[in-house]
């Protein structure tokens, strides 16, 4: 993750990457010598996009210009990762030009909520976007790391739907070929999963740093759908064959749900309808 701490007091450089406060000392292990820096209790804005026509310019401006802007409109973002996506959203090796993210972390849910329903910059991407979804998500399940930063849960796992899944992961060159002989399988396996309200490919960088993000109905949906089929096909030969240098998996609470993403209008009661 780009973990730049922006508006607060000068930083120094942590295990992973992580900016400190300035007066803030890395934990030391017995003998002196440093341990790993610890998990961040995080709340994350996921920020999803689909520009047409002219707008494709401003769009990819955000490329261009990378996470400065994000990092300018709000004081208290602790991270930030733009990517790009599949064609339609999907998971192939076919870029979509329209389509991008913006993956923001926060240290508390009240400055994600705030950033999400009413900063500067989201507000510049509601103006210039087609479609606009926000996903404001509180971790409950957290294992790996992104950019050598993890991030810790926080409560459990939720009564009822619905929930989020946020994967992520870094492919080793020499792996590439054969994670994406399965991708296919496991992309048709989540178009159709039972509960799955909707689903996107992402990636930091082409062929090698990929993400998904998908919201369902129920834990049970995402379970099911997670021990079957292409997916668990996938993710076994992903282990046999070492293909990730780093990974993350996320489940999340959503606390806020905002937009509309590929025509449905996605809702906190766990329906994701028709926005027309």
Request: with cysteine; aromatic share 8%.
């Amino acid at each position: 993750m780009d973990t730049q701490k922006v508006g607060a007091a000068p930083a120094a450089a942590s295990p992973g990457g992580l900016k400190r406060p300035a007066g803030e000392q890395p934990a030391r292990a017995a003998g002196g010598g440093r341990v790993e820096a610890a998990a961040l209790p995080l709340t994350l804005v996921i920020l999803l996009a689909d520009f047409g026509g002219a707008d494709r310019w401003w769009g990819w401006g955000r490329f261009l210009f990378g996470t400065r802007a994000a990092r300018r409109a709000a004081a208290d973002l602790c991270f930030v990762r733009q990517m790009g996506s599949g064609h339609r959203g999907g998971f192939g090796l076919r870029p979509d030009l329209g389509l991008q993210a913006l993956c923001c972390g926060f240290r508390s849910p009240a400055a994600a909520l705030a950033f999400a329903q009413g900063n500067p910059l989201v507000e510049a991407y509601r103006r210039h976007a087609r479609e606009l979804a926000l996903l404001t998500l509180q971790p409950w399940q957290a294992k790996g790391r992104w950019g050598g930063v993890a991030v810790a849960p926080q409560g459990e796992a939720p009564a009822e739907g619905p929930i989020a899944a946020l994967t992520r992961a870094s492919i080793r060159p020499r792996a590439a070929l054969d994670f994406w002989r399965h991708a296919p399988a496991a992309q048709a396996g989540l178009a159709q999963a039972e509960g799955c309200l909707m689903a996107v490919g992402l990636g930091e960088a082409p062929l090698l740093r990929q993400a998904t993000v998908s919201l369902w109905r129920s834990v049970a949906d995402m379970d099911g759908y997670a021990r079957r089929g292409g997916h668990q096909a996938a993710i076994q030969a992903a282990r046999a064959g070492q293909h990730f240098s780093e990974s993350m998996f996320l489940r999340l609470r959503p606390l806020a749900l905002d937009g509309v993403w590929q025509g449905r209008a996605l809702r906190l009661d766990g329906t994701a309808r028709h926005a027309g």
